[in-house]
């Protein structure tokens, strides 16, 4: 191990980490028994297991979509989720019918390397003809990770060696070299998984392909004009009108915000911290904090949910942030997550995990439903009959209400919060040399090496509805280590004990670090605070202006009609309302919910005048009591309103 490794921070494999109670633990377990078979059930009845037999003839709805030129993505993902599963709890079922489509997709692969369901069987001369649109590359990024991920699970190297050869292709095929197509992907994804690739790997090629795509994209003369005109089109007649939308508007050193179609954006975002992180490039360390800035002090909702247009399923101008029609995919949220985590790796501070927190916990969970087999496409902060924040996309109101369906047309998201919920072991911790970083707080035991000595760390608590965190040491012999305690940006207020001596460790970006010779059975004590909080809107967002949003802990809270009647814009929550958080063992499982008196003001005459002099106004004030729900859980039960934002006058 040289220097800079010792320094060099990491996640501690998922494998590594243990859950078997607790909050993670009972959604990992609705993830295995429901949404993965869900899953598989509905790759299979759309044709896409099918489609790695090269049967796609015979499944092909006759509209053709880019859709379905992405199918593969699907099936990676899941793949994807199904190896984190794996690593932690084996199932020899699962894995049989995971090792039988890895054999399907090994049998797809072309002579040349190759690999796609669509193109061999249905459109073989547009092979690579519109990396814009058409999505191969983000495709081979999608079952590289998989690979990569299986590998690592269940050892069987049967699909990294099919994506290896794959990516040989790509990289014989694009790059700066004049027998090479300067060509990069449209829909970016590849690029953080060849960093994944040349970390299992270890060969550099995958490294220098992923910095290869990133410092091409938008440059002139622009490779999707070049490809247009080889299809007899130009850049006018783009959909999406303005590369923008794909972050190649411009060569990336030179972006200054967050642009476009938002999982684009994060997943290349966290291609570029990868790259950033591996090479050392320190104008794409700056670039990367500029980009984070811009993206998360101006254009990110409370949920952590980016992206507010349905019309380019993205970014729109800072402090932009409509509620009932906020797009805010589930993807993204997921994409910002997997950025924030770079981000911390790259540039070791707690900011970064606090806002990982903030959208797994919210806008990305709120993807799933409680069973565990219903998804969220988009998740707007207020929902209102009628309303759909799917915009273009009909079809999925249910009874007048946005609700979570079994599956989409486009179904990106369902196999996305299955493989985070599976993998979230490795987003609990990261170790450099004997420091240990405690990122997420749940139930969950862990077993490190530190200086080749091995240890476990216990940590037992409720979060997120309780405050108390306790660790205890397992360790054979007594060895020296930091233990780094993330105090989340939500926290005012933290008490800190080792073997029930108060300590006061000075925060390190963020976290509190206890060093010490710790031996067998020390117990480290952190309460975080979680009052109520009554949380204020940026005076520049105008869709929230005279509202306040409710969270306590990392989550944030919502109204829903079930709970509080109709008409929720019609509530005030008053500025010295007293609220309590109390633990409601009988919903979902067990939750903290918020209560408090409210006010709900009504018209006075229903059938007045719509609009009418202010003196003639009268309005008819009812006390009642509220009852806010985790903002993650709504639309699990009675259909209805919902709202996040709720006025304070
Ligand atoms: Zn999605």
Request: glycine share 6%.
């Amino acid at each position: 191990m040289t220097n800079k490794d010792e320094k060099r921070i990491s996640p501690v494999p998922l494998s590594q980490v243990s859950i078997d109670a607790g909050f993670w633990a009972e959604r990992q377990a609705a993830n295995r028994q429901r949404t993965i078979p869900a899953i598989y059930g509905k790759l299979e009845e759309t044709g896409r297991i099918k489609a790695w037999s090269m049967a796609r003839t015979h499944d092909m709805p006759k509209e053709r979509s880019v859709v379905h030129m992405f199918w593969d993505s699907d099936t990676g993902k899941w793949l994807e989720s199904v190896a984190y599963s794996l690593a932690t709890h084996p199932d020899p079922e699962l894995q049989a019918q995971a090792d039988a489509l890895i054999d399907a997709v090994a049998g797809a692969q072309q002579d040349d390397g190759y690999l796609n369901t669509y193109f061999p069987v249905l459109d073989p001369e547009s092979k690579w003809a519109n990396l814009r649109d058409w999505h191969e590359l983000y495709n081979a990024g999608h079952l590289i990770e998989a690979a990569v991920a299986y590998h690592q699970a269940t050892g069987n190297r049967k699909l990294l060696d099919v994506l290896v050869r794959f990516a040989e292709h790509i990289d014989a095929t694009f790059g700066a070299d004049d027998n090479k197509r300067r060509g990069y992907p449209g829909h970016p994804e590849l690029e953080l998984a060849l960093v994944r690739l040349y970390r299992e790997t270890g060969q550099g090629k995958w490294l220098d392909l992923a910095s290869y795509f990133i410092e091409e994209r938008g440059h002139e003369p622009h490779y999707f004009d070049i490809e247009a005109a080889n299809r007899g089109e130009n850049r006018e007649d783009f959909w999406a009108q303005t590369y923008r939308y794909c972050q190649a508007h411009a060569p990336l050193r030179e972006h200054t915000e967050a642009n476009g179609h938002s999982v684009r954006a994060c997943y290349l975002y966290a291609g570029i911290a990868d790259v950033a992180l591996e090479t050392g490039d320190d104008d794409l360390l700056r670039l990367s904090r500029l980009l984070w800035d811009d993206l998360t002090q101006k254009q990110m909702y409370i949920h952590g949910g980016v992206g507010p247009s349905h019309s380019n399923e993205g970014f729109t101008f800072a402090y932009d942030m409509p509620d009932e029609t906020a797009y805010a995919e589930t993807c993204a949220a997921i994409a910002l997550a997997f950025w924030a985590h770079r981000m911390f790796h790259l540039d070791p501070d707690s900011r970064y995990i606090d806002i990982m927190e903030r959208a797994i916990y919210n806008s990305s969970l709120s993807g799933l439903s409680f069973s565990g087999d219903q998804f969220f496409y988009a998740n707007p902060l207020a929902a209102y009959p009628g309303v759909n924040p799917m915009g273009r996309w009909s079809g999925i109101i249910d009874q007048g209400h946005y609700r979570r369906v079994d599956w989409y047309f486009c179904p990106c998201c369902p196999p996305n919060i299955s493989r985070l919920i599976a993998s979230i072991g490795e987003y609990s911790y990261s170790q450099a040399g004997s420091r240990v970083y405690a990122q997420l707080y749940h139930d969950n035991k862990v077993a490190l090496n530190i200086d080749g000595q091995t240890l476990t760390l216990t940590q037992n608590t409720s979060y997120p509805w309780d405050e108390a965190i306790q660790f205890t040491v397992e360790t054979s012999e007594p060895l020296s280590f930091e233990l780094a305690l993330r105090i989340p940006d939500w926290c005012y207020d933290y008490d800190l004990s080792v073997n029930g001596e108060r300590m006061d460790a000075a925060l390190d970006r963020g976290y509190a670090v206890l060093s010490r010779h710790w031996a067998h059975g020390d117990k480290v004590e952190l309460t975080l605070a979680m009052p109520v909080e009554r949380v204020m809107p940026h005076a520049n967002i105008r869709q929230t202006a005279g509202q306040i949003a409710l969270q306590r802990g990392p989550l944030v809270y919502c109204l829903e009609e079930v709970d509080n009647g109709p008409r929720l814009a019609n509530i005030v929550i008053p500025p010295d309302a007293p609220m309590e958080a109390t633990f409601d063992s009988e919903l979902f499982g067990g939750v903290s919910v918020i209560t408090g008196p409210g006010l709900r003001i009504e018209p006075a005459d229903e059938s007045a005048a719509l609009y009418r002099h202010h003196s003639q106004t009268r309005y008819n004030e009812t006390e009642f009591t509220f009852k806010a729900i985790p903002y993650y859980l709504w639309a699990n039960r009675n259909p209805g309103e919902m709202r996040a934002w709720i006025r304070s006058s």
